[in-house]
């Protein structure tokens, strides 16, 4: 089974920037769909990006379009998200899941979880 694990979250101030890192567990990592996904304090559990096995194509939510940037390299089996100009709506634990599904930006496909990692941005 796929194990995934989250880091590079905290505490930063708005307009600020952080990058989270997730750490996959085996070499199927390379043959599944990516993405992250945030939920906020009241809120549902969102996808914020997603990213094609190859990393070929991209999704990003209208929420963080020209802010968030997804990436993936296979080779260190490790996911990025690149946050910038954060903003305190962003803030939220941050989930990064795997899909072994073909379509990435079907969140029912997602099935594999990391345990989180908080960003917190303060205004």
């Known amino acids: 089974q796929v194990q995934l694990v989250e880091s590079g979250g905290g505490l930063v101030q708005a307009g600020g920037s952080l990058r989270l890192s997730c750490a996959a567990s085996?070499?199927?990592?390379?043959?599944?769909?990516m993405g992250w996904f945030r939920q906020a304090p009241g809120k549902e559990r969102d996808l914020v990006a997603a990213?094609?096995?190859?990393?070929?194509?991209?999704y990003v939510a209208d929420s963080v379009k020209g802010r968030f940037t997804i990436s993936r390299d296979n080779a260190k089996n490790t996911l990025y998200l690149q946050m910038n100009s954060l903003e305190p709506e962003d803030t939220a634990v941050y989930y990064c899941?795997?899909?072994?599904?073909?379509?990435?930006?079907?969140?029912?496909?997602?099935?594999?979880w990391g345990q989180g990692t908080q960003v917190t941005v303060s205004s």
């Open positions: 899941a795997a899909s072994p599904s073909r379509y990435y930006t079907d969140t029912t496909g997602y099935y594999y």
């Open positions: 085996g070499r199927t990592f390379s043959t599944y769909g």
């Open positions: 990213i094609t096995w190859n990393g070929g194509d991209t």
